[in-house]
């Protein structure tokens, strides 16, 4: 399989997944917000991911 037809696979999973549709709606409320949080990343995680526990700080998540 060459590299486009890999790469269009690729996007037509994520469309049919709801992944591009979730990025969409998390970039859009982080465009609309007054007071941008220091860390887009993390903001997105602790709002998506509320109950996700772990033992190291959520600063892991950008590295």
């Known amino acids: 399989m060459d590299?486009?037809?890999k790469k269009e696979g690729f996007r037509k999973?994520?469309?049919?997944?709801?992944v591009l549709d979730t990025l969409?709606?998390?970039l859009v409320a982080l465009?609309?917000?007054n007071d941008k949080p220091s860390s887009a990343v993390?903001?997105?995680?602790?709002?998506r991911f509320p109950?996700?526990?772990?033992?190291?700080p959520r600063s892991w998540i950008c590295n």
């Not at 993390?42 to 709002?47: D, P, Q, S």
């Not at 109950?51 to 190291?56: D, I």
């Open 3 to 5: 590299r486009e037809a």
């Open 24 to 26: 969409t709606k998390a």
């Open 51 to 56: 109950t996700m526990k772990s033992s190291k």
């Open 13 to 18: 999973y994520l469309e049919s997944s709801g």
């Open 31 to 33: 465009y609309e917000e």
């Open 42 to 47: 993390e903001n997105w995680v602790v709002h």
